[in-house]
């Protein structure tokens, strides 16, 4: 009998897990940081987010951040700084 060899192309579950950040009751008020993850359609879209945000939830302030390339992970300095600088952050990812 021949032998087949089955491939899985799902990921391996993670050991170590992270709890999801607390969320905020209201946006009023608040800064928020967009992330813009550098793909062609995300900063329209961003743009829009930014627009409702200011004229529907009342935001004191939006801070914009670029990575560098879609592929690479936001740099720790860029997510330190969004810590800091930022009562929630929003992970915009749009082709």
């Known amino acids: 009998m021949r032998t087949i ?3 899985s192309p799902a990921a391996a579950v993670a050991a170590n897990t992270v709890p999801l950040a607390k969320g ?4 009023d008020g608040r800064v928020i940081g967009l992330l813009n ?3 062609a359609g995300t900063r329209p879209f961003l743009d829009r987010v930014a627009e409702l945000l ?4 009342g ?3 939006i801070v914009r951040y670029d990575k560098a390339a879609a592929a690479l992970p936001a740099p720790d300095d860029m997510l ?4 800091r600088e930022c009562d929630v952050v ?3 990812i749009a082709d």
């Not at 905020?24 to 946006?27: E, I, K, N, Q, R």
Request: hydrophobic content about 40%; charged content about 30%; proline content about 4%.
């Open 5 to 7: 060899e089955l491939l």
């Open 24 to 27: 905020v009751p209201a946006l």
């Open 37 to 39: 993850n550098s793909k």
């Open 54 to 57: 200011r004229r529907d939830h």
């Open 59 to 61: 935001v004191s302030r």
């Open 80 to 83: 330190e700084a969004a810590a």
């Open 90 to 92: 929003i992970n915009g």
